[in-house]
């Protein structure tokens, strides 16, 4: 089913959003009040995933306020805090815009990526 | 059921694409903070933290006055909390950013960008795995590639005064690349009637700036014509 082909059909664009994103990264370390261009790399990083319709990865989603789009970093542009006042959670606040995000510690939970699911659907059509 | 695989195919590429680059360049240079990026650091931590009375120092002494008798202050009242509809209408005016032309900074804090950037390409294009390159390929794929951090320079312009400036490329708008020049200045350079250069080891790309007239995140998904250039 080439699936070679089918993997790397996109390859460019997964370099492109890995690319702007540590650029994003990178311009916020050289320059810590350097929002603006920060902000500028992360929603062009996020229109070429969205006009390709591709999925970003949780491990860089959850680096970016997905409000005003800077770069998280702890002590820098956000507050990481532990709250448990009806589930234990972990409280994450953009400093600049207060934007929060919640992650809940939940033993159970795994990302999509790691579920049986995300793959059986993918032998299934294989087989047949 | 026929979008599932493709889902599971791209998230894995993504997940592979994400270690491939990060290990190259994450783990070197990008990580140790030169002395300079410090000392901007430190001010722009004091600048957030600090209340601004504290920044400004005292030049004229005779213009300012304290009362002795009066040791009661009137206390400041305090504006409406950040969180909050008024704050995000406030954001979202901010967030149309421009970087300010002609203004001051340092061509050295864009150089690991710029190092970043080349990193980038010679993966994208892969350099290294055929002697012969495909250059076909090669420029179609540069059309896609993302030009932040890209050294670039103008070979010829409608405007005479914009021939030969050369730069990193930080930001690139729908009609503009904003270069960072050697001389620490910031240029803003309409794409519209201008040919730029790319310089890459032994190959030397050509922008066509008439052509280039897209939003960056557009360009990707864009089919190329050819239009008529203009003769320069
Ligand atoms: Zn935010």
């Known amino acids: ?128 | 059921m026929d979008q599932e695989p493709s889902a599971k195919d791209l998230t894995v590429t993504n997940a592979e694409a994400y270690q491939e680059l990060s290990q190259a360049d994450l783990g070197g240079k990008a990580n140790q903070m030169s002395s300079g990026a410090r000392t901007t650091y430190v001010t722009s931590f004091l600048g957030k933290h600090l209340p601004t009375n504290r920044l400004k120092t005292d030049t004229d002494l005779s213009a300012k006055f304290e009362s002795v008798d009066c040791s009661r202050r009137r206390k400041k009242k305090r504006g409406k909390s950040k969180a909050g509809v008024g704050a995000r209408t406030k954001v979202k005016a901010k967030l149309d950013w421009k970087l300010e032309c002609g203004k001051k900074t340092s061509y050295s804090t864009y150089l690991p960008l710029k190092e970043m950037w080349t990193k980038y390409i010679e993966e994208l294009i892969q350099f290294s795995s055929s002697p012969n390159l495909n250059l076909p390929a090669a420029a179609q794929k540069m059309m896609k590639a993302d030009l932040h951090g890209c050294p670039l320079s103008v070979r010829k312009s409608k405007c005479p005064s914009y021939i030969g400036v050369s730069g990193i490329v930080i930001q690139e708008t729908r009609n503009m690349f904003v270069l960072v020049t050697p001389c620490n200045e910031i240029k803003s350079i309409p794409k519209a009637n201008s040919i730029f250069t790319i310089v890459l080891h032994d190959y030397v790309f050509t922008i066509h700036g008439n052509q280039f007239i897209v939003k960056p995140g557009d360009r990707a998904a864009k089919k190329f014509k050819t239009k008529p250039s203009l003769d320069l």
């Not at chain 1, 990083?45 to 990865?57: C, D, L, Q």
């Open chain 1, 1 to 128: 089913m080439g699936k070679d082909a089918a993997r790397y059909i996109h390859k460019e664009i997964y370099q492109r959003v890995n690319f702007l994103h540590q650029a994003a990264k990178l311009v916020l370390k050289q320059d810590p009040s350097n929002y603006g261009l920060c902000r500028y790399y992360i929603s062009t990083m996020r229109t070429v995933a969205e006009k390709h319709v591709i999925r970003i990865h949780p491990a860089i989603k959850r680096t970016y306020c997905k409000h005003c789009n800077v770069i998280l970093l702890s002590g820098q542009t956000c507050r990481i805090r532990s709250r448990s006042t009806s589930e234990p959670h972990t409280v994450v606040t953009c400093l600049l815009c207060g934007t929060i995000k919640r992650f809940m510690w939940r033993a159970s939970y795994q990302l999509w990526l790691d579920k049986p699911e995300a793959w059986l659907a993918e032998k299934g059509k294989a087989q047949t």
